[in-house]
């Protein structure tokens, strides 16, 4: 089944950028069907959107973070990634990937999560 | 974008059935038949119990089943268990941007 593994920098200094990778297997990111999503989540907070790619590159992003974001697809190598610039302390959170149906707007599965600390 | 409403937490005992609900407005929750529920435990990723308002994925306990009514949709769990102690979350697709938006999530407490 398809299984999706965050990687990349837990610290990142404030004012840098967040970059995140996550590989996808047991199954294609070109396939169709699927958006490929970020979600994070705050300490002790609930989830948030921070958006999503269709393998043919075209994104959606949360308002609140479209001025700091880009997210990528390599689909040769079966990855999307999160770009947050000029982060913060605001910025510190677990991050997930995961993967959203583009007709029932359902998330499964997930990656594991990744916490992101942003700190000096 | 704002969150879905949720109580912030619900509690029961064992054998009994709770209900959460999950408020949204007609361009969210009452306009679209996209609601999807998750569990997650605590240092867990969050889990899919419930999509398209009513489906149960595979594996997921029929003791867990959601409805909607208008702007508010529900997950019902039912023959509470110690196990359901855990963190829901609903979703629902948005005609807002980025398509997505969550709710605020409810603490399931087994008493």
């Known amino acids: 089944q398809v299984q999706l593994q965050e990687s990349g920098p837990g610290l990142v200094k404030p004012s840098e950028t967040l970059s995140l990778t996550c590989t996808v297997s047991g199954g294609s990111i070109s396939s169709g069907g699927y958006y490929w999503s970020w979600v994070r989540q705050h300490p002790g907070k609930g989830l948030e959107w921070i958006g999503y790619?269709?393998?043919?590159?075209?994104?959606y992003y949360n308002p609140s973070l479209n001025s700091r974001l880009n997210i990528s697809v390599d689909t040769s190598k079966n990855q999307f990634s999160l770009k947050l610039s000029s982060v913060t302390a605001a910025d510190t959170a677990v991050y997930y990937c995961?993967?959203?149906?583009?007709?029932?707007?359902?998330?499964?599965?997930w990656g594991q999560g990744t916490l992101v600390t942003v700190s000096s | 974008q704002s969150a879905l409403t949720q109580p912030a937490s619900v509690s029961g005992s064992p054998g009994q059935s709770i209900t959460i609900s999950c408020t949204g407005t007609s361009s969210d929750v009452g306009g679209y038949t996209f609601v999807s529920w998750y569990q997650q435990y605590p240092g867990k990723a969050p889990k899919l119990i419930i999509s398209?308002?009513?489906n149960r994925p595979s594996g997921v306990s029929t003791r867990f089943s959601g409805s909607k009514s208008d702007n508010t949709a529900s997950l019902t769990i039912s023959g509470l268990q110690a196990e359901d102690e855990a963190d829901y979350y609903c979703s629902s697709y948005t005609s807002s941007s980025p398509s997505y938006v969550f709710g605020t999530g409810t603490k399931v407490t087994v008493l």
């Open positions: 790619i269709y393998y043919s590159g075209s994104t």
């Open positions: 398209e308002v009513s």
């Open positions: 995961a993967r959203s149906s583009r007709s029932g707007y359902y998330t499964s599965p």
